[in-house]
């Protein structure tokens, strides 16, 4: 029966044949232990010298490393093992040999492991982290689909961009010029008028020279916009669905934590709903702790969100920022017109911001003043004038970055270890 | 009980107050019929003079197309509309009047439509495409991740593309060239020799040229691709595939089918397994047919697609392409080399190819002439070859595309109308 490593459960006791790669292996005079791995998981197989025909046994100390094969045994029950099954290998038939693989089980640097990225993907630390970023994006869907969202795909391509200009990256579009997308938001909000409650779920690209360990130049966002939510539901709508995609890794991804050494009780503890404090408590928090380089009115930098964040052990979510550090777009509290309806959440332990979302201006002629304030009349963006002028209603917003989100679940140090071929300031290649 | 047009079900007989645009109104002067949109769905308002207060019957009759309002009524049951329940209004509170909307009922021309793309997908007929758009990506998700593929998203920027180069959009990356990519296939199969089986689900560029109605120059595609499938399996994969996400359409989107007039029957009968048809047999049928403007070796044009098609009622898979009008990384069928493990699988009813997909090359030695032959030595795809290098594997992809998928099962007939914000030869506003 050929059938995968995911699958062994199911064929206690009965033989099986599975493609695989050898990923590791250690052996004596009378033993072979063979850690395979076919891309669903990894399996120990054991080959035992007088159990098995000659040929196989030699064959089993023979096989280099990433040589492809399928191996024939018979599934057991290992409780030693964290996967919790071995293969008593009766058989083993190589498909490709591979010889000197770049990447031993020695210590590499790791321009080393970026250069080969496309290999550095096997390993088990990064196959664990492909898993858990496959389980947050699947986890989106499900939360967004179960809670009436409909997917909308803004364009990437825009004749110009209402956010930045020095960031966007530029390419001719036959006779005109396009930039590549930062966000799709304003986008959304013309489609949320359509669709009610929408979402996106895309690549964005900032040609930003930061070279941090949270910068990516090619990243994913998921862009949720929903009619008739005010800020309040919108700050309910996030901490629910953060949730929901921590809870469902610890739920779906239990082996590839523990491959990670991820410590399961801070993530344990990530329920709805969160704390929240206004831009002015921040400013005080960050006093009250000595850090003075901020005054109000002035944005927080990385820095500033940790030590925040510090203080709580769940995401927290900073309100209410003052107007003229946050886009143009955003609502001015009616109680308190300088500060806007705004949140960024900020993950624990020191990843920083994850999500940025506000309640969005629906007054036309606010939103009228800010485009004469911000140069935008008569441009590209004319047309999201009109979703003010017809039909205007309160809306809702917020971006939340993947590979951020990736980094703080998986415990990865680094966002280039978060998406599978990282674009960074250096680096286009593989 | 503040609630959406899709969950009054759960209200019948009782208020609900639901905020809403008006799309549509008629009225005499006893009885007002608003049809309501909130973006959920459709649904008719009946505004009585005797059961009101005076002004909201006077609001009812005044209130301008695309207002939107706070409506509040009693849920019934109504045989009469496909949507079956109505509201009978008791209150009605203007949130924002509407003014010279400038999508009417009336007959508009398409590039005015465009131009207002951003309204224009507020109607009753882009809406229900949206909605089946939605479904088609939300089954896409559970087709494959109920099948053991892993989402990984291939890069966008690349240093280069190792098919066509014309119709590549070109950006600066810092000192760098880079590209916007027409395909993740070559980064799929990396992860796929990771993960095992892996699919993306992405936008995509093509600088080309075309002003038909199956092309866009930005269009969504999903990518699939399995280690240890062979040609064979891969066909069952995307015939299972193709079969899921149209009966998902038919089991929840009967309404949207409905609203579109498109022909039940025609999807019902889409199910695994699809013909299949060898290239040579293709161009015997064209013969047949009298289509004589084709010699063997030469590619199929849109125009043979259709006439090939019209003889199946189920999508069709075309086999076995002349190697030399096919990718360059296709395996060659080794009982005849001239043509390589491929299909092509078009649509019915004229929709043209939906999927194009083969088993790859696994033999490095092949690879490497094949890349001599292409002039890919030394470039930005070096590292593919490791592929071969490191335990080859058989493997297998397939690509296919979304808007003109959805274009086919909505019965659309212009792409245009596939994807929220189309961008075309002339058109990248809105
Ligand atoms: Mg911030
Ligand atoms: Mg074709």
């Not at 825009?158 to 390419?171: K, R």
């Not at 005010?230 to 669905?241: A, K």
């Not at 410590?263 to 709903?273: G, H, M, Q, R, V």
């Not at 590209?380 to 971006?399: Q, T």
């Amino acid at each position: 029966m050929k059938t995968t490593i995911s699958k062994v459960s199911n064929f206690v006791g009965q033989e099986v044949t599975i493609g695989a790669w050898l990923a590791n292996k250690r052996s004596s005079g009378k033993i072979a232990f063979l850690q395979l791995r076919d891309g669903t998981g990894f399996i120990q197989g054991v080959v035992v010298k007088e159990e098995v025909e000659e040929d196989v046994f030699a064959k089993a100390r023979a096989i280099t490393q990433e040589t492809s094969l399928w191996v024939t045994g018979t599934v057991r029950e290992d409780d030693r093992s964290p996967f919790g099954y071995e293969l008593a290998v009766k058989n083993i038939e190589v498909i490709h040999e591979s010889v000197d693989y770049p990447i031993t089980p020695k210590e590499h640097g790791v321009e080393f492991l970026m250069d080969h990225r496309h290999l550095w993907l096997r390993s088990k630390r990064q196959h664990a982290i492909m898993k858990i970023r496959n389980e947050i994006i699947r986890s989106t869907y499900q939360f967004f689909n179960d809670n009436g969202f409909v997917k909308v795909d803004p364009p990437i391509l825009t004749g110009t961009s209402a956010e930045g200009g020095s960031e966007l990256f530029h390419t001719k579009y036959f006779d005109d010029d396009a930039y590549l997308s930062q966000s799709g938001q304003l986008y959304l909000e013309a489609a949320a008028m359509a669709l009610g409650r929408v979402f996106s779920f895309g690549p964005t690209f900032r040609a930003e020279k930061s070279k941090t360990k949270r910068h990516l130049i090619e990243f994913w966002m998921i862009e949720p916009e929903a009619a008739f939510v005010e800020h309040d539901e919108s700050l309910e709508i996030q901490e629910q669905y953060v949730s929901f995609i921590v809870q469902s890794v610890l739920k779906n991804c239990k082996l590839e934590l523990n491959t990670l050494g991820r410590d399961l009780s801070k993530l344990e503890n990530i329920k709805a709903p969160f704390p929240r404090i206004t831009y002015d408590e921040a400013i005080e928090i960050l006093k009250k702790k000595g850090i003075n380089d901020i005054e109000w009115g002035e944005d927080f930098g990385a820095p500033h969100e940790v030590a925040i964040a510090e203080e709580f052990d769940k995401p927290v979510f900073i309100t209410h920022y003052p107007a003229k550090i946050k886009a143009f777009y955003m609502k001015p509290d009616p109680k308190r017109p300088e500060v806007v309806l705004c949140a960024d959440l900020i993950a624990p332990e020191g990843y920083g911001e994850i999500i940025g979302g506000s309640q969005r201006i629906d007054d036309l002629e606010l939103m009228q003043k800010r485009y004469e304030e911000h140069h935008l009349t008569g441009g590209s963006y004319e047309w999201y004038l009109d979703l003010r002028k017809y039909g205007s209603v309160p809306h809702s917003g917020f971006g939340l970055g993947l590979e951020r989100t990736v980094a703080w679940i998986t415990g990865a140090e680094h966002v280039r270890e978060t998406i599978p071929f990282p674009r960074l300031l250096n680096r286009l290649y593989p």
